[in-house]
């Protein structure tokens, strides 16, 4: 581990089972490392405005709580803290190289600041996260459990089989995903994902 995200692993374990600090930082996050980036302003906007829907309700808060905060929503919201303290880490001069794809990408989002630079780099970060905790999504209830964003991302092939997400429930419980009158570009997705 470098001295860049070795310092952004600390920040997110400081803020762990603080919500409030959970906003602070993602809130430093968007102003770099000289706490100066006016054209980060609605991005910042952006993920605040998410993560205070996230924090009031409850998701956020510590899994020992009453009631407990989510495991899954905890993890996606640790991994995008993490990948943009890296990110600012970096920019700061803290020694290394990006630990994964998606600190490439807010790297690149902090040089050019555009709403395609944003969602690449978000989304990167997400996709990351529903990678690596893909078993927490399991526990969460029915609504949860359909929220997932999609990229160019290879391996969320390996979330689809035969057309039906297989992310949150096995592939015996597809039924879930599916309406009574599909919508045109969900059938062009389920064709272009079915096995040949």
């Known amino acids: 581990m470098t001295g860049a995200s ?14 409030g600090a959970r ?30 829907w996230q924090v009031r309700r409850g998701l956020l808060d510590p899994v020992r709580a009453s009631p407990p905060g989510s495991p899954w929503w905890r993890a996606m919201n640790e991994r995008l803290l993490r990948d943009g303290c890296e990110a600012v880490a970096l920019l700061g001069g803290e020694a290394g190289e990006p630990s994964s794809q998606a600190v490439g990408f807010w790297l690149a989002f902090s040089e ?3 709403g395609r630079n944003w969602y690449r780099a978000h989304n990167a970060s997400i996709v990351g996260g529903y990678l690596a905790h893909r078993e927490l999504a399991e526990a969460e209830n029915e609504p949860e459990r359909f929220f997932m964003n999609v990229l160019g991302e290879p391996r969320l092939l390996e979330l689809v089989r035969d057309g039906s997400p297989v992310y949150a429930w096995p592939y015996e419980r597809r039924g879930v995903w599916r309406a009574a009158a599909p919508p045109r570009a969900a059938r062009l997705v389920a064709r272009a994902t079915r096995a040949p």
């Open 23 to 52: 906003l602070a930082l993602m809130a430093r996050l968007f102003r770099g490392p000289t706490g100066h980036a006016p054209r980060h302003l609605p991005f910042r906007r952006a993920a605040l405005s998410f993560m205070r």
């Open 6 to 19: 070795l310092l952004a692993e600390t920040q997110v374990a400081a803020v762990r089972d603080d919500p």
């Open 112 to 114: 050019r600041p555009t």
